[in-house]
């Protein structure tokens, strides 16, 4: 798979894309990554990318002939390639986006500075808009890095290969477990005994029902589009009466402390 990033920062990307598991896909061959510097396609002495807004008011607006060259030079390749444009006023990226996103050939990702692009960029270039959460960074380049990552693990290859079995299987939509490592016993926390039983089945069953209690404590939203087995929701059964008997015992704690601590009036 290929990526296009067109952007005014092009040295933004050399330690992400030069590193680990990504810097080794890119040595396999598995991803190929161009960076695209838009200043290059200003024509002028200057080289001037940016420019005050119409109508006035803050900041600088992202000129469309640059941009525009740009695309077409690198579209001028494959007159396929799908244009991003990431920005806080696309569709919220996700999982399930990023697993569609893996089967294109070939993706251009749009990164924005200051005030953003030109509106006819947006008009006449972007095939699509997507936004990595609702928050404001100070330009594209991160939020372009964050969805080639998601989808070049994705990539057969990318990762290691029994890893790729289980982002297809019905595992998905959950948190994942709680993992341990060696020591044992760090400083008093112990490992749960179940994880050194060598009992596969209960390990099994344990990683399930805690990946549901903290998807069910942590993220209840995620639940609603998990497919669940009769034994996920005898387990959640099982964990909402153990959250029920916790909070009595806190509350049980709570008022002992009271007590202790009661101010006559
Ligand atoms: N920006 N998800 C403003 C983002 C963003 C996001 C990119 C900042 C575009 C002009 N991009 N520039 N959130 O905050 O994708």
Not at 86 to 109: C, H, K, M, N, V
Not at 154 to 176: I, K, T, W
Not at 207 to 212: G, Y
Request: aromatic share 8%.
């Amino acid at each position: 798979m290929r990526f296009d990033i067109l952007t005014l920062f092009p040295g933004m990307f050399s330690s992400p894309f030069g590193e680990s598991i990504l810097g080794r896909a890119i040595e396999k061959g598995l991803i190929q990554i161009r960076i695209i510097n838009i200043r290059d396609f200003a024509l002028d002495k200057h080289q001037v990318v940016d420019d005050a807004p119409y109508g006035g008011g803050q900041g600088m607006v992202m000129k469309v002939e640059p941009i525009a060259r740009a695309i077409e030079q690198v579209k001028s390749g494959d007159a396929s390639a799908r244009v991003i444009y990431l920005t806080p006023q696309g569709r919220p990226f996700d999982q399930e986006r990023a697993r569609e996103l893996a089967s294109y050939p070939r993706l251009i990702l749009l990164c924005g500075r200051y005030e953003g692009v030109d509106e006819r960029v947006r008009d006449r270039f972007v095939d699509e808009e997507i936004s990595i959460g609702d928050y404001v960074l100070t330009g594209g380049e991160l939020a372009a890095m964050v969805v080639i990552d998601a989808i070049s693990r994705l990539l057969p290859g990318v990762l290691g290969s029994d890893r790729s079995a289980v982002e297809d299987s019905f595992f998905n939509s959950l948190l994942e477990y709680p993992q341990y490592t060696r020591p044992f016993d760090f400083k008093g926390s112990l490992v749960p005994e179940v994880l050194i039983s060598g009992n596969h089945q209960s390990i099994a069953q344990w990683r399930r029902k805690e990946a549901l209690r903290r998807t069910w404590l942590q993220r209840p939203d995620l639940l609603e589009k998990a497919r669940l087995s009769p034994e996920d929701r005898r387990f959640l059964g099982e964990i909402k009466k153990e959250n029920c008997k916790s909070q009595m015992a806190d509350r049980e704690l709570e008022n002992h402390r009271a007590e202790k601590t009661e101010i006559p009036n």
